[in-house]
């Protein structure tokens, strides 16, 4: 299927035939199994299975952080990759249009709460006020404004990481993927950051994919897909529909 070439239309993800590769020889492990995907703008996709199962070589692929052996990613109807071939900068088009969260909160270690997230907007020219401004209001939202001006070191594993959600969400981006973004934080905390999530898909058009082994926040999820062995499982039913969460904008400040 050619990639839509209205962007306002394109799916998030389409992904076809993707296949991963690790090693040669006695070492090979096929990683994706031609994979294909879909996920649409506005929509809350969980990604589950067991550990070993592909989940992260997916996301990464899809995050041009790990190119496929085969296979095409379109992202938001631009072609992204050819098989390990990039068809774009991949680097500025993460920085611009992806937001990644990690298992890890991976902050940079000397700079504070918010300047971990101000950068984010700073490195795509973003002017540093209404950056900082944008940054403390992110935080605000998850819980950490108090932790604004204290250094990673200084948080809980819990709080660095509604860091990094906080950073990941800092440009917009038209795509979000997380990798168990959740197993850092109690469950109250992970079903705010998957709401938060959701959110962001319905409000901004964005679409997202996060890899979970967190069962009790599946309804937060407009669909969910299964891996096995570099495999995607038919697509399960759709999950019941959620309660609404709170919005984005109820508690923040402009000034
Ligand atoms: N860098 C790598 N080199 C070799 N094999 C890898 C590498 N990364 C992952 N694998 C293998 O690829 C398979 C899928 O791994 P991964 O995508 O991390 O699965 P999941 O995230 O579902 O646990 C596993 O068998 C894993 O051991
Ligand atoms: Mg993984």
């Known amino acids: 299927m050619p990639p839509d070439l209205d962007p ?7 992904a076809s035939r993707l296949s991963k590769i690790y090693g040669r020889g006695n070492t090979r492990v096929v990683a994706l199994d031609e994979v294909s995907l879909t996920v649409d703008r506005g929509e809350v996709v969980a990604l589950l299975g067991p550990s070993g199962a592909g989940k992260s070589t997916l996301l990464t692929a899809v995050g ?8 095409q990613i379109a992202i938001g109807g631009v072609p992204v990759m050819d098989g ?33 997230v101000q950068i984010a907007l700073e490195i795509n020219d973003q002017p540093s006020r209404p950056a900082r401004r944008r940054a403390l209001q992110l935080l605000d939202y998850l819980g950490v404004a108090d932790r604004a001006d204290h250094l990673p070191a200084m948080l809980s594993g819990g709080q660095q990481q509604r860091v990094a959600v906080a950073r990941a969400l800092a440009n917009r981006p038209s795509l979000i993927l997380a990798d168990e973004p959740t197993a850092a934080l109690d469950s109250r905390r992970g079903r705010q950051v998957m709401e938060l999530f959701r959110q962001v898909a319905h409000e901004q058009g964005a679409g997202v994919l996060v890899v979970t082994h967190d069962h009790r926040a599946l309804d937060v999820f407009d669909r969910t897909v299964e891996m096995e062995d570099g495999k995607l499982r038919p697509a399960s039913p759709p ?7 709170p919005t984005l904008h109820g508690n923040q400040n402009e000034s």
């Not at 306002?8 to 389409?14: D, E, M, V």
């Not at 071939?85 to 504070?112: C, W």
């Not at 999950?239 to 969460?245: F, G, K, L, R």
């Open 84 to 116: 390990d071939r990039a068809l774009v900068d991949v680097r500025a088009f993460r920085r611009e249009r992806l937001g990644f969260v990690f298992q890890k909160a991976n902050l940079i270690p000397f700079l504070t709460a918010v300047q971990n």
């Open 8 to 14: 306002t239309h394109a799916p998030a993800i389409a």
């Open 239 to 245: 999950t019941q529909t959620p309660a609404p969460s």
């Open 64 to 71: 041009l952080i790990n190119p496929p052996t085969a296979g």
